[in-house]
Each structure stands twice: as structure tokens, then as C-alpha cells.
């Protein structure tokens, strides 16, 4: 596959060809799978984050539980990633679905031996076109078999578990349609980030947007200089939007908006090198006098660090 998810976006936009061969995928199986969607720095960050503590247990039906997580943390940065109008496209165009303006998610987990197991059903709800379930499975597991049926006939339509690392499987959510995930079994854990392509409302009606980094330098902390060298925090994710440039920091949950030279700025900056080796590189882009690039560079690099998105290192 040529494209898939990474902190910093939507790495690779897949051609018309691949996007031809993934529709007649969908349209043989019923659902889109997509192998190794999240890339592997993305999985390494959730399981840096994910943690048992952070679990909670809620009721769902009359004796079943939802195991889900309660951390804001990781599905903030999740779902600013998804919720890419690049995806979104991809989305519409492989599975014939109108409009998708919005992805809602969950982590949940099946444990062994816990009611965590639901029956047959639709999740057919007001604007909900397709759903997506994506394997962040701490190891391997047993059973967890998604299941896709024709309501009316009960034919199968798909069955097949989830079990690589980052895959993602999407199916359309339709009146005509019910699915289930069998109970795992044996030892290991079935965790997935799992949620639906909505019509509306749109995500980007819903960004909180930081106030201008430049000015949320941290007075609290050292001043950077031009020898120190910098990289994008461990915590942070972007992705590009038209000619802008999104940063999410998990930390403060919030996301801060670059316009095209701060996104070239934030490209390099991000990339690991020294605040010297930034400002030579900008001076070969950019007619400005060295003085200025290296004082604003030094001022936004400080405010991006104060907004936890850049470390030093
Ligand atoms: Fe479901």
C-alpha cells in the first residue's frame, strides 16, 4: 500500500489506479482493508500511551460491559490525524459514500473471559456512512472475528479478524447490513481504535485552535540559541491543510495553525537539526536579511517549544 498514516499526516496519496484496485477489493469482500494503515511510529507512540490504568468499564445491553479508554490524550491526537479531508476523499471514493466531513472514535479492548463481546447490530445512526476499525492489539489474539451479514437473508458477507499490527478494515454502515465481533479467546488482548465517517458535523467547525505560538513562548524556561538543536516532540503530530500547516501537541490538546513559511519553517524545525542549520537553509529560500531570519526563528522555535511541540535534542 502506498499510502498510510503517520505523526505527520497522511504519508502519500494513493493514484487513480490504486484507488480503482482498492475499490474492486471492497466491492469482492465487502469491506476495505488496509494493511498497515497506522505506520509504525504512530503504533510505537500509542503504546508509549496506552495504558491499562487508563481503562474503564461502562454497561452496554443488559449484561454486557464496553472496556474503553478514558485518556482524552491519545484520541485527541488520533482523531486529529484522521479527520483529514485527504482521507476523507480516499474514503468516499473507494467505498461510494456521500459527503464524510467527520471521523468519531473510541478505544476499546476485548479481554478474554469479560462480557466485552456484542451481538449482531446496525450502528445505524443519523449521518454515520462508514465504519473503520484499526488493530493496536498489544500482541496476538484469539477469536475477534468481525463478521459482515445481510440483514434480511443472513448471508455472510465478510468475516476475517483484524491481527496486523495498524491494520484497518472499513465497511459501510447501511439499514440492509449487521455486523458483530466474536468473542476473543485464549490469552491475549483485542484493542482497537474504532469509530465512524459521519456526513456531518464537520471536524473543522469543532478545532480548538491555540492562540499564535510566537506568543506562547515560555518565559519560564531557557532561552534557545542558534547552536542548540531541536526536534518535533515525542507528543506532537501534523499534517498539512490547502496551504496551511495543523500542529497538535497531546499534551495541551490543542492545535496551532502555520501559514506556508511557518510550515516550511515547522518542516525543518521538526526534521532534527540545529536552529543555525534552519536559518541557512531558510536564507536559501527566502530574500531576508540573516539577522532576521535567525531573530525569527529563534522566536517562533521558542514559542513552539513552550507549546510543547518542540524539544530540545
Ligand atoms: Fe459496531
Request: with cysteine; proline share 6%.
Amino acid at each position: 500500500m502506498t499510502f498510510r498514516l503517520g505523526l505527520s499526516g497522511l504519508e502519500g496519496v494513493p493514484s487513480a489506479a490504486e484507488l480503482a484496485r482498492l475499490r474492486a477489493g471492497y466491492l469482492r469482500r465487502h469491506c476495505l482493508r488496509l494493511p498497515g494503515f497506522f505506520a509504525p511510529p504512530l503504533l510505537a507512540f500509542l503504546r508509549r500511551e496506552i495504558r491499562e490504568k487508563d481503562f474503564r468499564e461502562r454497561p452496554r445491553g443488559k449484561t454486557g460491559l464496553e472496556s474503553y479508554l478514558a485518556s482524552q490524550r491519545v484520541l485527541g491526537l488520533l482523531d486529529f490525524l484522521v479527520n483529514d479531508p485527504a482521507l476523507f476523499r480516499v474514503v468516499e471514493g473507494v467505498l461510494g459514500c456521500p459527503r464524510v466531513r467527520i471521523f468519531r472514535s473510541k478505544i476499546y479492548r476485548m479481554v478474554p473471559g469479560h462480557p466485552h463481546h456484542k451481538d449482531w447490530h446496525q450502528d445505524t445512526r443519523p449521518w454515520h456512512q462508514v465504519a473503520m476499525s484499526v488493530n493496536l492489539s498489544p500482541g496476538r489474539f484469539g477469536g475477534g472475528v468481525l463478521q459482515i451479514r445481510d440483514r434480511r437473508s443472513g448471508r455472510m458477507l465478510y468475516e476475517g479478524a483484524n491481527t496486523g499490527p495498524g491494520d484497518a478494515v472499513l465497511f459501510p454502515v447501511a439499514p440492509h447490513l449487521e455486523h458483530q465481533v466474536t468473542d476473543v479467546a485464549g490469552r491475549g488482548i483485542r484493542m482497537a481504535y474504532a469509530g465512524w465517517f459521519l456526513e456531518r458535523p464537520a471536524f473543522s467547525a469543532m478545532l480548538r485552535r491555540s492562540p499564535s505560538p510566537v506568543r506562547q513562548g515560555g518565559a519560564f524556561r531557557s532561552a534557545l540559541r542558534l547552536s542548540d538543536r531541536v526536534k518535533a516532540s515525542a507528543s506532537a503530530a501534523w499534517r498539512r491543510s490547502g496551504k496551511t500547516t495543523l500542529l497538535f501537541g497531546a499534551d495541551r490538546g490543542v492545535i496551532t495553525e502555520l501559514d506556508g513559511v511557518g510550515g516550511r519553517l515547522w518542516s525543518l524545525l521538526a526534521a532534527g537539526s540545529s536552529l543555525r542549520g534552519v536559518c541557512e537553509a531558510l536564507a536559501r529560500e527566502y530574500d531576508a536579511p540573516a539577522s532576521r531570519l535567525e531573530r525569527d526563528v529563534l522566536r517562533v522555535a521558542q514559542g513552539l517549544r513552550g507549546a510543547g511541540l518542540l524539544v530540545k535534542g
